[in-house]
């Protein structure tokens, strides 16, 4: 178990705001879809402290590694992690496997983030994003590229877009700032 004080002040809003946006159902499928893979049976809620007890020393994640890429991690390896480093040692394999495997930075988590149970909705974020690698949720976009010719480009310099405002009926006729100087002799 980490000794971790408790947050106070923005660091508490911070926490909260994450915390919010935790999604439950999507955990459970992710924990579902483990499950599946590495062939073992556990509890696949996904409530966060489920999620957390679940994956926390790594084991799991590194038997999902190992089937998705064979040899990865040795399963005296997995086996042997009984102390905090090997356990976080785990993890991190994890999540560099996913970046291997196409996860784009942005959807991987921090090691703390999982092992500390800081950061709960990333830690789904990266294993829905390595669930579409494979097939599962959402259909990941593609690079929709266009070509413009140098004249396209070349006429698009010409226009003023609405954005910039416009000047039609723009005038100075009958504008005055305050009152008018009077000189008195």
């Not at 971790?4 to 002040?9: I, N």
């Not at 042997?80 to 480093?85: I, L, N, V, Y």
């Not at 090997?86 to 092992?115: R, S, W």
């Not at 609405?162 to 008018?180: D, E, I, V």
Request: with cysteine; aromatic share 6%.
């Amino acid at each position: 178990m980490s000794v971790r004080a408790t947050k106070s002040g923005i660091n508490r809003e911070v926490q909260e705001k994450l915390a919010s946006k935790y999604d439950g159902q999507l955990a459970g499928q992710c924990m579902v879809w483990i499950s599946q893979q590495i062939g073992e049976s556990f509890d696949t809620s996904g409530d966060s402290s489920n999620v957390h007890q679940q994956l926390k020393n790594g084991q799991r994640l590194a038997r999902l590694v190992n089937v998705i890429s064979p040899g990865k991690i040795s399963a005296k390896m997995i086996d042997g992690a009984k102390m905090t480093f090997k356990q976080m040692e785990l993890i991190n394999k994890f999540i560099d496997v996913c970046k291997q495997l196409g996860v784009p930075d942005h959807e991987c988590f921090a090691t703390v983030d999982l092992y500390e149970e800081q950061n709960m909705n990333q830690v789904i974020t990266c294993i829905a994003a390595l669930m579409r690698k494979f097939g599962l949720g959402p259909k990941e976009s593609t690079e929709n590229k266009r070509d413009f010719t140098d004249e396209q480009l070349k006429a698009g310099q010409s226009v003023i877009g609405l954005q910039m405002g416009t000047n039609r009926g723009a005038s100075q006729a009958g504008m005055s700032f305050g009152k008018a100087r009077h000189i008195v002799d």
